[in-house]
Structure formats: structure tokens, C-alpha cells
């Protein structure tokens, strides 16, 4: 039986087969901290450029959705080692509401890492 590890493994492989860049790969690291998990206010995750970790909150969700996570800070990470200058000024400054360059970033991860999760998703899924 899989582990996460072998997922996680498998999904920075995936990334580098597709052409995302993502090496040098950062840390993970798994919050396994029990939260409310009915409250849609509390963090699912983040990348810290600085430190180069993504860091999962664990805690009462389905391994899934925290996988799904770690695609989306993936290619945050991705963002960072292409446009480091654009990535670490937008993802600094204001709120999403506030900072256009901040939504586009978090547009793009949205989209290509919930694309690039389904497309490895469906890599076990027979037609």
C-alpha cells in the first residue's frame, strides 16, 4: 500500500514530466494540528519562499484534498523560481481584494495546480 510520501513523490514527479519547474523542491512539511474542520476560515496550506517549505494542514481532512493542496502550492513555488522579484513583491503586499498581482498568482495556482491534479488523478484511472 502507498504512503502520502510515495503521493507526494509521485505528484514532483508528475510536475517535472509535464515541464513545471520545481527543482530544487521544497521541504514538505505536515501540520497534523486538529482543527475545526466544519470553519472554511482556517488555513489548508502555504509556501514560504524564504524557507522554500509548503507547509499541509492535516488535520481532520482527506488525503485528497491534501494532496490537491500541495498541487496548488506547488506551482506557487513554480512562480517563485521563475519570477522570484514579481512573486516575493505580489505575494507580500495587501490582501487579495487589494493586490491584483496577488490574485493572478493565485489564480494561476488554482487553475494549473487543480489541472495538473486531475490530469495525475486520472494517470490511475482506466477509461
Not at 49 to 73: A, M, Q, W
Not at 82 to 89: C, P
Amino acid at each position: 500500500m502507498k504512503t502520502f510520501w510515495d503521493y507526494v513523490l509521485e505528484i514532483e514527479d508528475f510536475y517535472r514530466r509535464n515541464g513545471v519547474q520545481i527543482d530544487p523542491v521544497p521541504q514538505v512539511k505536515l501540520n497534523r494540528t486538529e482543527t475545526d474542520r466544519f470553519n472554511p476560515f482556517i488555513p489548508t496550506a502555504n509556501y514560504n519562499p524564504n524557507t522554500n517549505v509548503i507547509s499541509l494542514y492535516i488535520g481532520g481532512r482527506h488525503t485528497k484534498d491534501i494532496l490537491r493542496s500541495f498541487c496548488h502550492e506547488l506551482i506557487h513555488h513554480n512562480q517563485y523560481l521563475t519570477d522570484r522579484r514579481g512573486f516575493a513583491s505580489a505575494a507580500t503586499t495587501g490582501a487579495l481584494n487589494e493586490n491584483e498581482r496577488l490574485a493572478e498568482l493565485e489564480g494561476d495556482a488554482y487553475r494549473r495546480g487543480n489541472l495538473m491534479f486531475r490530469k495525475w488523478t486520472e494517470t490511475y484511472t482506466k477509461p
